[in-house]
């Protein structure tokens, strides 16, 4: 079945770092992708999403680029700041699964001053 | 876009009873779905809930522990049955937004509603 993996955390950062997090995916199909985040005793929010293979989702200076043939959408940002410290979390949507999400493990970002 | 509103956002509840959360839409959306967030965990699937008929359970998920129902295109409610501390979860309630194109691929979450078991 489907299924996403990220890279294990925790991360921790510097201030002004760039971050990384790695996300690759197995799917059956041809999925849409996403980032959400949720920050420390809050919901999910939606950070960025790609819906076919060279697209780029982008959103408060955090990227990510759906790469088909290598099944990743890695996030990434210039420069970190110690608001970004929350818990990331990648997902897929497969086409004919009306809106259902698989996510992965989730990444947590710590950001040092 | 769409706004999701749960209820409640936080609760304390006794071992052995029953409690509703409600999931409110402002706008039409096609599908609706429910997920469970454990402690440190990452989100689990529960089931898809489905206007005006039984919702669809995901495996591990039985609708005499989970009951589901959406009378209408906007509003839903999930009840965590018999509870037990190993329920004590993060469930959120999920929308897929209507249209072609960019509205209808994004899907939208509430804030939770973050139960504990004692």
């Known amino acids: 079945g489907d299924s996403v993996t990220q890279m294990e955390g925790p991360v921790t950062l510097s201030e002004e770092a760039f971050l990384t997090i790695n996300c690759t995916y197995t799917?059956?199909?041809?999925?849409?992708l996403f980032w959400y985040v949720q920050y420390p005793g809050e919901g999910l929010q939606l950070l960025l999403k790609?819906?076919?293979?060279?697209d780029k989702g982008s959103n408060k200076g955090f990227e990510a680029t759906y790469r088909k043939e290598t099944t990743s959408f890695h996030l990434e940002k210039g420069s970190v700041q110690v608001s970004d410290s929350a818990v990331y979390f990648c997902?897929?949507?497969?086409?004919?699964?009306?809106?259902?999400?698989?996510f992965g493990q989730g990444t947590e970002l710590s950001v040092k001053p | 876009s769409a706004v999701i509103s749960q209820k409640p956002s936080r609760d304390i509840c006794q071992r052995g009873t029953s409690l509703t959360i409600q999931c409110q839409v402002d706008?039409?959306?096609?599908?609706m779905f429910w997920y469970r967030q454990q402690p440190g965990q990452s989100l689990t699937l529960i089931a898809t809930?489905?206007?005006?008929?039984?919702?669809?359970?995901e495996s591990g998920f039985v609708i005499d522990k989970f009951p589901i129902s959406r009378p209408n295109l906007t509003f839903s409610t999930l009840t965590v049955s018999n509870m037990s501390p190993e329920d004590s979860s993060i469930y959120l309630c999920?929308?897929?937004?209507?249209?072609?194109?960019?509205?209808?691929?994004?899907?939208?979450f509430g804030e939770g509603s973050w139960l504990t078991v004692v």
């Open positions: 999920s929308a897929r937004g209507q249209g072609a194109g960019g509205a209808g691929n994004t899907i939208y």
């Open positions: 997902a897929l949507s497969e086409r004919n699964q009306g809106g259902k999400l698989i």
């Open positions: 706008s039409q959306v096609t599908m």
């Open positions: 799917a059956t199909g041809y999925p849409s």
């Open positions: 790609a819906t076919k293979a060279d």
């Open positions: 809930a489905n206007q005006g008929s039984e919702a669809t359970y």
